[in-house]
C-alpha cells in the first residue's frame, strides 16, 4: 500500500469513475483501476459498487474514506512541520494557471522566486478554469490563478484582475467590426466554447436561459490552442478573454468585439486548496503571487 493508491482510492470516490479520477490524477483509467484492485486485495473487499451513474462506494468503501482522509492529512502535517522547522523556505509548490495568465505571469514568478527563495521547487499544470477549479478543491494542487465568469468570487478568491469577455472569431468578419455585440445575438452563431464543467460555459448558459435564446455549440474542446485555431479556420466564434487572444488581435488573424446586455464580465483569481495543509513554501509563493500578479495582469489587457 503506498500513497498513491490512497489518493487514487479518494479521487474515484469523489468523482465516480476511473476515468474522472485518471484526469485530475494526471493518469490513465487502467492505472487507476490497477491499483484499486490491489487496495481491494489487501483489505479484503469491494470498495466500490458499479452503477448506471458511475462508481459509488461499498460500505467497506464508506468505512475507509475518513481513515484515508486522517492518513494523508497526518502525513502531510509531518512534512510540512519538518520542512517549516528547518526555518528555510523550500519545498513543491502545485500551481494551476490557464494558458493566457501563465503567459504573462510565469516567467516573472520564476525571476521572482530564483533570488527570493531558491529552494523552492514548482510544478504548474495549465488548463481551463473549471479543470483547475476542480483540482483545488480536491487538493491536487496548491494555488490556482484562473478566471471566473459572471459571477462574484468566492471568499476564498484573492482579485487580481477584471475585464470583459469577447466574442472572437477570423478578422475580416463583418459581425466583429462593432465595438459591442448584444448578448441576444449570439443566438444562432456557431459557438466554440469548452465543454463542462468550465466557468464560462455555465454563464453562457446562464445568460442564454435568462434572455429566452438557444446558443448554437458546433465544436467543445478543453484546450486554448485548439479553440483558437478553430476560429483562425472560419469554423466559428468563441467567447474568450482579452487576454488569452490579444496576440493574435494585434496580429490581426482574430478580431473580436466586447458582449454587452448583459456583459460577461471575467475576475482573474487567485485562490488557494483547503483541503491540503498550506506550508511555508506555498504560503510565500502565495504571496509573491499577490504581490506580482496584479500589475502583470493590468499592462497585459492594455497593450
Known amino acids: 500500500m503506498n500513497r498513491r493508491q490512497l489518493e487514487f482510492f479518494l479521487a474515484v470516490a469523489q468523482f465516480g469513475t476511473a476515468t474522472a479520477a485518471a484526469q485530475v490524477m494526471d493518469t490513465t483509467q487502467p492505472a487507476v483501476s490497477r491499483e484499486i484492485g490491489l487496495l481491494e486485495k489487501r483489505w479484503g473487499g469491494r470498495l466500490f459498487e458499479r452503477t448506471g451513474r458511475g462508481l459509488q462506494?461499498?460500505?467497506?468503501?464508506?468505512?475507509?474514506?475518513?481513515e484515508v482522509q486522517a492518513l494523508l492529512a497526518q502525513y502531510d502535517r509531518m512534512e510540512q512541520t519538518a520542512r517549516d522547522a528547518s526555518g528555510q523556505v523550500t519545498g513543491k509548490v502545485h500551481l494551476g494557471m490557464v494558458p493566457s495568465i501563465a503567459q504573462c505571469v510565469m516567467a516573472a514568478l520564476l525571476d521572482d522566486?530564483?533570488?527570493?527563495?531558491?529552494?523552492?521547487?514548482?510544478?504548474?499544470?495549465?488548463g481551463f478554469s473549471g479543470h483547475l477549479d476542480e483540482l483545488l478543491a480536491a487538493g491536487r494542487i496548491d494555488i490556482g490563478l484562473f478566471n471566473r465568469y459572471g459571477r462574484r468570487p468566492r471568499l476564498t478568491d484573492e482579485l487580481v484582475g477584471r475585464d470583459a469577455a469577447l466574442l472572437v472569431g477570423r478578422a475580416g468578419d463583418r459581425l466583429l467590426e462593432a465595438k459591442?455585440?448584444?448578448f441576444a445575438q449570439l443566438a444562432g452563431l456557431p459557438l466554440i466554447t469548452a465543454p463542462h464543467p468550465n466557468d464560462i460555459r455555465s454563464a453562457l448558459d446562464r445568460y442564454a436561459r435568462q434572455l429566452g435564446i438557444t446558443l448554437s455549440i458546433v465544436f467543445e474542446v478543453d484546450n486554448l490552442r485548439s479553440m483558437k485555431e478553430a476560429c483562425l479556420a472560419g469554423h466559428g466564434y468563441a467567447i474568450m478573454s482579452s487576454l488569452g487572444v490579444q496576440a493574435e488581435i494585434r496580429g490581426g488573424a482574430l478580431a473580436g468585439?466586447?458582449?454587452?446586455?448583459?456583459?460577461?464580465?471575467?475576475?482573474?483569481v487567485i485562490s488557494v486548496s483547503t483541503r491540503r495543509p498550506q506550508s511555508l513554501a506555498c504560503r510565500f509563493v502565495w504571496a509573491r503571487l499577490k504581490a506580482i500578479a496584479p500589475a502583470l495582469i493590468v499592462s497585459s489587457y492594455g497593450s
Not at 462506494?57 to 475518513?66: A, T
Not at 522566486?113 to 495549465?126: F, T, V
Not at 468585439?257 to 482573474?268: D, E, I, Y
Request: aromatic share 0%; glycine share 6%.
Open 57 to 66: 462506494l461499498s460500505p467497506l468503501g464508506r468505512r475507509m474514506v475518513p
Open 113 to 126: 522566486l530564483a533570488q527570493r527563495a531558491p529552494g523552492i521547487q514548482l510544478q504548474c499544470s495549465e
Open 180 to 182: 459591442t455585440l448584444d
Open 257 to 268: 468585439t466586447k458582449l454587452v446586455r448583459p456583459q460577461l464580465p471575467r475576475t482573474a
